[in-house]
T-cell receptor, first 115, second 113 residues
């Protein structure tokens, strides 16, 4: 069975540009969450989508947006890129809205470098 | 504000000995905790979990202990193996916040053969 898949794996952008990252959850999983991991830090929660609705948002500016499609895949968009947006962006999926008693399954991430 | 803290950035242990990784949290609403292992260029891999109704959970060589009064949890790996060398993250969530987990900054474990 395929795990959580993310694309692209690596990308380089310049300041002010926009980027779209994509995620396909594990088959049957209806929840997708996005995390940002800056070098030397732990992952930081950005968004959770469940059944195509935003169900949680972390402390990130409005330049960050996301959506979930009917097939439960998801896109993360970041506008007006800043140097500080350089990070590993992780997608995680789970069966339901809450993970209590279960686990989050992470993809391998998309490494974004902003020059 | 860092609600989950891993105060030891690195740890070195001899093969076969016990590895103890520590994690502290500040939010008393946290009731579910996960440990992840991460190799370079890979996503985090789930290791073990514990809910606040327990104080211990075991899975093979991995045991997690939770001390709610001290807001402290620890991961024990016995015996440690060279393949355990990785960065370990603890994560915490409050039950009514979906998949919003707060992660620590990680501890890099090196198991010396």
């Amino acid at each position: 069975d395929a795990g959580v898949t993310q694309s692209p794996t690596h990308l380089i952008k310049t300041r002010g540009q926009q980027v779209t990252l994509r995620c396909s959850p594990i088959s049957g999983h209806k929840s997708v969450s996005w995390y940002q991991q800056v070098l030397g830090q732990g992952p930081q929660f950005i968004f959770q989508y469940y059944e195509k609705e935003e169900r949680g948002r972390g402390n990130f500016p409005d330049r960050f947006s996301a959506r979930q499609f009917p097939n439960y895949s998801s896109e993360l968009n970041v506008n007006a890129l800043l140097l500080g947006d350089s990070a590993l962006y992780l997608c995680a999926s789970s069966l339901g809205l809450n993970t209590y008693g279960g686990e989050l399954f992470f993809g391998e991430g998309s490494r974004l470098t902003v020059l | 504000d860092q609600q989950v803290k891993q105060n030891s950035p690195s740890l070195s242990v001899q093969e076969g000995r016990i590895s103890i990784l520590n994690c502290d949290y500040t939010n008393s609403m946290f009731d579910y905790f996960l440990w992840y292992k991460k190799y370079p260029a890979e996503g985090p891999t789930f290791l073990i979990s514990i809910s606040s109704i327990k104080d211990k959970n075991e899975d093979g060589r991995f045991t997690v202990f939770l001390n709610k009064s001290a807001k402290h949890l620890s991961l024990h790996i016995v015996p440690s193996q060279p393949g355990d060398s990785a960065v370990y993250f603890c994560a915490a969530s409050a039950g009514n916040t979906g998949n919003q987990f707060y992660f620590g900054t990680g501890t890099s474990l090196t198991v010396i053969p």
